[in-house]
C-alpha cells in the first residue's frame, strides 16, 4: 500500500469520525428521550354506577335498592318514607311538638331551631332507608343537619333518637348542633368521594360528592381506566394490572378485604378525605382501640362502634374468614338464613344438633329462636332506638364472666332468659358445658381500668402475645401508660418494631410520659414508617422536645410528618378532640396564644368535652390566670365528678390560691377515688395548713401505707409527731417500718434520733 493510499484511508476515518461526532448530540438526544421515564399518567376519573350496569347488571341488579344504594337521596316522593301529611309528634323530652308537612313538591318540618326558637326547615335529603329513616335540613354554611326525630320504617311512626334526655339547644348533641352536623359525623359513608370541603378560617363548608350514594366505586374505585379497557373489543385489550381498577376486591384475604370495609364500618377518626384508593388503613384513618364507653371490658359492643372493632376480635377473623363469605358484597343481605349460613363451614350434624345447643325449636307450644346459632354468639344491641346490630366477635357465651366483670352475656341478654338470675344461668351453661373456663382478657382490661395494682404484668403479657387479636394487643399497650416502668418501658419498645400498624401507632402514643431520651431513642426512627399515621403520631411526641434535641438528618422527616399530623387535625378541626390536638402541638411548639385559640375553639364547638378545659386551665395557671384557671376545673369536677384526677388538679391550685378549706376537699375527694399517696401527703400538708393535726395525721398515715418507702411521707407523718409532742408514735412508726422495711434509712435516723 503506498503512502498516498494510506493518507486517503485516514482522511476516510477521519471524515466518518466527524459525522459521528456532529450526529453523536442528536443520536445522545434521541436515546436519552427513549430512556426518559414517560410522564405520570393521568390519575383514573369517576364515572358512576350506571356506567357499571353495561357490563355489570347482575351485580348492578343487586345493588340497585340496597342499604348503600339507598344510604342518601334526594327528598322526592320516591325516596320519603315518612309521613309528610301535616302529622305531629311530641318530644316528651323536649316538651316540643314537630310537624311534618308538604308545601307542592317540598317537604318541611316545624320544630325548634337554632337557640330555641321555633321555625319551619325545608329537608332537602333523605338519609338511610331500614330499619329508620332521618332527614337532612339546610343550614346556613354550607352545613346539613340531621333532624333528631326520625322515621320507623315497620311501625310506620315517628320516634325520637336516643340519648333519650332533655338535649338543650345549646348542648352538642342538639338536632343544630355540631353533633348532628352532616358534613363531618356522616357524609364519608353515605357518600361516594366526599370532598368534605371544611375552612377552619370561616368555620363554613363546600362539601361535595360524586354520587349521593354508595356505589361501585366507593369499593372499586374510581372506573374511568377501566372504562377505557372495557370500551376496546376483547382481543385489543391490553393485559393490565386489576383490569385497570383503582382497588383491588378479587382474591383478597380477609385483612385486605377489611381494608375496604373498615373505613366506613368502624368507630374511627379520618385522616383526610377518603378517595377510594389502595393504601395502609391507618393512611386513611385511626380505628378506636377497646376503650371504655365503647366497649366492655372483654371487648364486647357497647356504645355505636360498628362491626370493624369486633370482628377483628373474633377467631373467625384470625382464621381467614372474610366479609364476604356471610354477606354478599352488592346486595348486602346474608347468602343463606338462619344456621344454614353457619353451616356453609361448621358441620351441622355437630353444631346444628341439640347436643350442642340444648335449646328447643318450640317451647311450649310457640316458635323459639333458642337453637340459632347467632343468638349465643352474635348478641345485639338496639342503637338509633330500633336498630338492632349483633356483635360481629362471634364469641362463645360466658354467663360466668359476667358474674367477675358485670359485662352482658348471651343467655341473659335480650329476653332469652332475663327471668332467670345470674346464678341459674350459670349453673345451668356448667351443667351443659363443664366446669372448665379459660382465661379471657377481659379480666386484665378491666384490671388495667381500674389501674389495679400489679395489672401491669398482666398488661404486659397480653400485648406480647402475639396470638392475641391486635386490637386487644393495642388496648394492653394503651393501658400501660398508667404503668410507666421499666418494664412496660421496654414491651412498649418491643410494639414500635410490630408488624401491626396500630400495635405501632399505640406503642407511640404511651410513651408519651417517658423521658427525653427514651422518646428520642425509640420514636425518631418512626418518622420514617410507612404508614402514615405512626409518621405523624411519632412526630407529635416529638415536637415535646426542643428540635435542636433531634438528629440533623432526622429533622427534614420530622417536618414533613409533622405537616402530616397538621393536616389531618385541620381536616377534623371541626370537632373537639382534633381542635384540643391543635392546642397540644401549639403548647409543645411554645405558641401559647395559638394553644389558648384552639382550645377555646374546641370548648366552643362542644363545651362537655372537658379535656380542652382542663388543658386550657393549665395554660391559664402557667400565665398567672388563676380565676380563670379555677372556673373551668370547677366546671369540669360539676360536670364529670368522677374525673378525681381533675378535683385534685382543682385541689392543689386551690392551695396555691390559699383557699384551703376548698382545697382540702377536692384534694380528700381525688384521694379517696384514686388511692393516690402522694394526693394523701397532699392533704395531709393542706390539713396541716389549716390547724387540723389529727386529720392531717389520717392523711399522712393513709399515704405512709400505699408507700412506704416515701421519705416526704415519713418525714411529714414524723414531724408531725415531733411538733405535737407525740414522741411514742414517731417510735412506734418507725419501728413498724423497719419490721417491714429493713433496710429503711429514714426509720433508722428516726430511733437514733429519738434515743438521743
Not at 214 to 231: F, I, L, N, Q, T
Not at 527 to 547: G, I, T
Not at 620 to 632: D, H, P
Amino acid at each position: 500500500m503506498t503512502r498516498h493510499a494510506d493518507i486517503t484511508r485516514w482522511e476516510r476515518l477521519a471524515l466518518i469520525a466527524a459525522v459521528v461526532i456532529l450526529l453523536s448530540p442528536g443520536l445522545y438526544l434521541l436515546r436519552s428521550r427513549s430512556l426518559a421515564p414517560p410522564p405520570p399518567e393521568a390519575p383514573a376519573q369517576f364515572v358512576g354506577s350506571e356506567k357499571c350496569k353495561v357490563c355489570h347488571e347482575a351485580a348492578y341488579d343487586k345493588w340497585r335498592g340496597s342499604d348503600h344504594d339507598r344510604a342518601m337521596d334526594v327528598a322526592t316522593e320516591a325516596t320519603v318514607l315518612g309521613d309528610f301529611g301535616n302529622g305531629t309528634f311530641f318530644d316528651a323530652y323536649n316538651n316540643v311538638t314537630s310537624r311534618f308537612f308538604r308545601k307542592g313538591e317540598k317537604f318541611f318540618v316545624e320544630t325548634e331551631g337554632p337557640g330555641g326558637e321555633r321555625g319551619e326547615f325545608e329537608i332537602a335529603y333523605t338519609f338511610g332507608v331500614y330499619p329508620l329513616q332521618q332527614y337532612l335540613v339546610p343550614f346556613p354554611g354550607g352545613r346539613l343537619q340531621c333532624l333528631n326525630i326520625a322515621w320507623d320504617v315497620d311501625r310506620k311512626q315517628w320516634y325520637r333518637l336516643p340519648p333519650l334526655e332533655r338535649i338543650t339547644p345549646d348542648n352538642w348533641l342538639h338536632w343544630t348542633k355540631g353533633g348532628q352536623t352532616w358534613n363531618v359525623m356522616c357524609a364519608e359513608c353515605h357518600s361516594t368521594n366526599v370532598n368534605k370541603g371544611y375552612d377552619p378560617a370561616t368555620d363554613t363548608y363546600s362539601t361535595t360528592w360524586f354520587e349521593i350514594d354508595v356505589g361501585c366505586e366507593a369499593c372499586h374505585g374510581p372506573g374511568s381506566k377501566h372504562m377505557e379497557w372495557a370500551d376496546k373489543p376483547p382481543l385489543a385489550r391490553a393485559k393490565t394490572e386489576n383490569y385497570g381498577l383503582a382497588v383491588r376486591t378479587g382474591n383478597l384475604d380477609t385483612g385486605e378485604l377489611i381494608r375496604i370495609c373498615a373505613p366506613c364500618h368502624s368507630r374511627r377518626f379520618q385522616l383526610g378525605d377518603n378517595h377510594h384508593q389502595e393504601g395502609a388503613l391507618l393512611d386513611l384513618m385511626v380505628p378506636q382501640l377497646l376503650n371504655e364507653g365503647l366497649y366492655y371490658p372483654d371487648g364486647q359492643i357497647l356504645d355505636e362502634v360498628y362491626v370493624y372493632g369486633s370482628f377483628v376480635q373474633s377467631k373467625m377473623y384470625q382464621r381467614g374468614v372474610r366479609c364476604n363469605d356471610c354477606h354478599d358484597v352488592h346486595s348486602l343481605k346474608t347468602h343463606r338464613e338462619k344456621n344454614e349460613l353457619c353451616t356453609q363451614c361448621h358441620r351441622a350434624e355437630i353444631y346444628d344438633s341439640k347436643l350442642h345447643h340444648f335449646h328447643k325449636k318450640e317451647h311450649e307450644g310457640k316458635p323459639s329462636e333458642g337453637y340459632l346459632c347467632v343468638r349465643c354468639h352474635m348478641p345485639g344491641r338496639d342503637y338509633m332506638g330500633i336498630d338492632y346490630r349483633p356483635d360481629h366477635s362471634l364469641r362463645i357465651p360466658r354467663p360466668d364472666l359476667s358474674a367477675v366483670l358485670g359485662t352482658p352475656n348471651a343467655c341473659s341478654a335480650e329476653g332469652c332468659h332475663a327471668d332467670k338470675t345470674l346464678a341459674w344461668n350459670i349453673e345451668n351453661y356448667t351443667k351443659w358445658y363443664g366446669e372448665t373456663r379459660r382465661p379471657h382478657y377481659g379480666a386484665v382490661i378491666k384490671a388495667g381500668r381500674e389501674r389495679t395494682d400489679g395489672a401491669d404484668i398482666e398488661l404486659i403479657r397480653l400485648a406480647e402475645d402475639a396470638l392475641l387479636p391486635a386490637i386487644v394487643r393495642a388496648t394492653a399497650l394503651s393501658l400501660l401508660r398508667a404503668y410507666p416502668g421499666e418494664a412496660s418501658q421496654a414491651t412498649l419498645a418491643r410494639a414500635l418494631e410490630d408488624d401491626d400498624a396500630v400495635i405501632r401507632y399505640t406503642a407511640i402514643r404511651s410513651l408519651e410520659y417517658f423521658d427525653a431520651e427514651t422518646r428520642l431513642k425509640r420514636i425518631a426512627p418512626k418518622l420514617y414508617d410507612p404508614v402514615k399515621a405512626v409518621r405523624m403520631e411519632a412526630a407529635m411526641m416529638l415536637s415535646m422536645l426542643p428540635e435542636e434535641r433531634l438528629r440533623r438528618d432526622d429533622r427534614d422527616a420530622f417536618h414533613e410528618a409533622l405537616n402530616e399530623y397538621c393536616k389531618a387535625m385541620l381536616y377534623n378541626a371541626d370537632l373537639a378532640p382534633q381542635r384540643y390536638n391543635l392546642g397540644n402541638l401549639a403548647v409543645n411548639l411554645g405558641d401559647e396564644q395559638g394553644a389558648q385559640a384552639d382550645y377555646e375553639k374546641a370548648i366552643a364547638i362542644d363545651d362537655q368535652f372537658y379535656p380542652a378545659k382542663v388543658n386550657l386551665a393549665m395554660l391559664y395557671n402557667r400565665q398567672g390566670k388563676n380565676r380563670l384557671a379555677e372556673k373551668l376545673l370547677r366546671e369540669v369536677v360539676a360536670q364529670e365528678p368522677e374525673l378525681y384526677e381533675v378535683s385534685y388538679s382543682l385541689g392543689l391550685l386551690l392551695a396555691e390560691m390559699k383557699q384551703y378549706e376548698d382545697a382540702a376537699y377536692y384534694v380528700g375527694r381525688a384521694a379517696a377515688g384514686l388511692n393516690y399517696a402522694r394526693a394523701y401527703y397532699n392533704q395531709g400538708q393542706i390539713l396541716l395548713a389549716l390547724r387540723r393535726s389529727e386529720q392531717a395525721e389520717q392523711a399522712l398515715q393513709k399515704a405512709l401505707s400505699l408507700e412506704p418507702q416515701d421519705q416526704d411521707v415519713f418525714l411529714a407523718l414524723a414531724d408531725l409527731y415531733l411538733r405535737t409532742q407525740q414522741p411514742d408514735k414517731a417510735r412506734t412508726m418507725a419501728e413498724a417500718l423497719l419490721r417491714e422495711h429493713p433496710e429503711h434509712q429514714g426509720a433508722r435516723q428516726l430511733l437514733q434520733h429519738l434515743g438521743q
